[in-house]
């Protein structure tokens, strides 16, 4: 059963355009969500992260929004360059009661900015 | 500060034959580790964690194993490999006792099976 459901599964964004991408979850437990992103022959790097006592964070042209009544969260990309060019992963955790701080992945977003 | 090391990079391997991938972290002590595998469209699929040495837990029933003999060395291992074990592995730690902290991951391994 898929924890953290992703979408959409690929993305194409003009240079200069926002990219969006979707994540939705079930577990009302889960208390922190980050977002991965991950160059070809990498491994994933975290991006940004948020809690759901806030309901927007942001870091440069990364943003997250999320929506606790919705269970759902996404990333915001301004400005998408080239470079942005990547797979992205949202995740989430429960870290109440845990000792492993265990992460449920989506199934990423392979993003490409066209030039 | 902390760094994870995986190797090989890419490793190319014949079907039956036995696996060993490492991982190592420094600049941390009793981290919480993490082999996962990354297969194309289907993200990232957890196989075994570790809290501490010698304590290992399995999520998926499979062809592999993993060990760690001491604190900040995590080993996967196969005695015969399948086809099905390609894949791009990864190896990730996060702070013990704080699970709270994000996760880090190490550049992975390409393995494929002949």
């Known amino acids: 059963q898929q924890q953290v459901k992703q979408s959409p599964q690929s993305l194409i964004v003009q240079k200069g355009g926002i990219s969006i991408i979707n994540c939705a979850y079930e577990?009302?437990?889960?208390?922190?969500f980050p977002w991965y992103q991950q160059f070809p022959g990498k491994g994933p790097a975290l991006l940004i992260a948020i809690r759901p006592d806030v309901s927007e964070k942001k870091e440069g042209r990364f943003t997250i929004s999320f929506n606790k009544s919705a269970k759902q969260f996404s990333l915001h990309i301004m400005d998408s360059q080239p470079g942005d060019s990547a797979t992205y992963f949202c995740?989430?955790?429960?870290?109440?009661?845990?000792?492993?701080?265990?992460?449920?992945f989506g199934r990423g977003t392979q993003l490409t900015v066209w030039p | 500060s902390q760094t994870i090391h995986q190797w090989p990079a890419t490793l190319v391997q014949p079907v039956g034959s036995p696996l060993s991938l490492e991982c190592t972290v420094e600049g941390t002590s009793n981290p919480n580790l993490y082999w996962y595998r990354q297969a194309a469209g289907r993200g990232l699929q957890l196989l075994f964690y570790?809290?501490?040495?010698?304590?290992i837990s399995s999520e998926v029933p499979q062809n592999l194993s993993a060990s760690r003999p001491q604190d900040r060395q995590f080993i996967l291992s196969s005695k015969k490999l399948l086809l099905s074990d390609s894949g791009f592995y990864l190896c990730?730690?996060?702070?013990?006792?704080?699970?709270?902290?994000?996760?880090?991951f190490g550049d992975g391994t390409r393995l494929s099976i002949l």
């Open positions: 570790s809290v501490g040495i010698g304590q």
């Open positions: 577990n009302t437990a889960f208390d922190y």
């Open positions: 995740a989430a955790r429960r870290s109440r009661g845990s000792t492993l701080g265990r992460l449920y």
């Open positions: 990730a730690w996060s702070p013990g006792l704080h699970s709270n902290q994000p996760q880090h």
